[in-house]
Antibody, heavy 120, light 106 residues
Framework: QVELRESGPGLVRPSETLSLTCSVS????????YIWVRQPPGKGLEWIGY???????SYNPSLKSRASISLDMSKNQVSLRLDSVTPADTAVYYC??????????????WGQGIQVTVPS | SFDLTQTPSVSVSPGQTATIACSGD??????TSWFQQRTGQSPVLVIH???KRPSGISERFSGSISGNTATLTINEAQTMDEADYYC?????????FGGGTKLTVL
């Protein structure tokens, strides 16, 4: 069974960079899609982007190139970086992984989520 | 940008069939997933690739596509099915979620 656990600061100041880490418990990091999704308080889900283990990536254009996802295969970790945050970036951030072997990927495994607040 | 539209709320009585729709352009040529999110919990994948059920998901959940609408059907709805349901698809390698439908079973 795959487990994902997000970690990082719960509070980020406006204009600073949000940095989150997702620890992945699985035998291998290879041949999977790693996806980040967020959910503002009381609102729906928003896709942030993905990184495939080969390095292929895609991001939500609404984030205006502020988001970046990276993989550390040696540590079984996925990172999300979001630059120049504003209060609109306040949300629960989820780390997600697919089950493999499907394109486009499905969102099979979800972390428990981490609340990040950007104060006004 | 590509949009997915869902009805904000659906209400059924226990034992009835709940139908949740998700509309968007050219849905018949896209692959749609559905997620269940109970209050305070992470979303759970209940349908992928339009109509495939992951291991462990009840057979009461099914998905279908017709024209520009994807549909999640929950047979014999139970109170445990009360949750927000989100559809999701891909458009030119960009992920898109619907706005969500709140299902009430009472």
């Amino acid at each position: 069974q795959v487990e994902l656990r997000e970690s990082g600061p719960g509070l980020v100041r406006p204009s600073e960079t949000l940095s989150l880490t997702c620890s992945v418990s699985s035998v291998s990091m290879y041949y999977y899609y790693y996806i980040w999704v967020r959910q503002p308080p009381g609102k729906g889900l928003e896709w942030i982007g993905y990184m495939f283990s080969s390095g292929t990536s895609s991001y939500n254009p609404s984030l205006k190139s502020r988001a970046s996802i990276s993989l550390d295969m040696s540590k079984n970790q996925v990172s999300l970086r979001l630059d120049s945050v504003t209060p609109a970036d306040t949300a629960v951030y989820y780390c997600v992984r697919d089950a493999g072997a499907m394109v486009p990927p499905s969102f099979d495994y979800w972390g428990q989520g981490i609340q990040v607040t950007v104060p006004s | 940008s590509f949009d997915l539209t869902q009805t904000p709320s659906v209400s059924v009585s226990p034992g009835q069939t709940a139908t949740i729709a998700c509309s968007g352009d050219d849905m018949e040529n896209k692959l749609t997933s559905w997620f269940q999110q109970r209050t305070g919990q992470s979303p759970v994948l209940v349908i992928h690739q339009n109509d495939k059920r992951p291991s462990g998901i009840s057979e009461r959940f099914s998905g279908s596509i017709s024209g520009n609408t994807a549909t999640l059907t929950i047979n014999e709805a139970q109170t445990m099915d009360e949750a927000d349901y989100y559809c999701q698809t891909w458009d030119n390698y960009l992920g898109v979620f619907g706005g969500g439908t709140k299902l009430t079973v009472l």
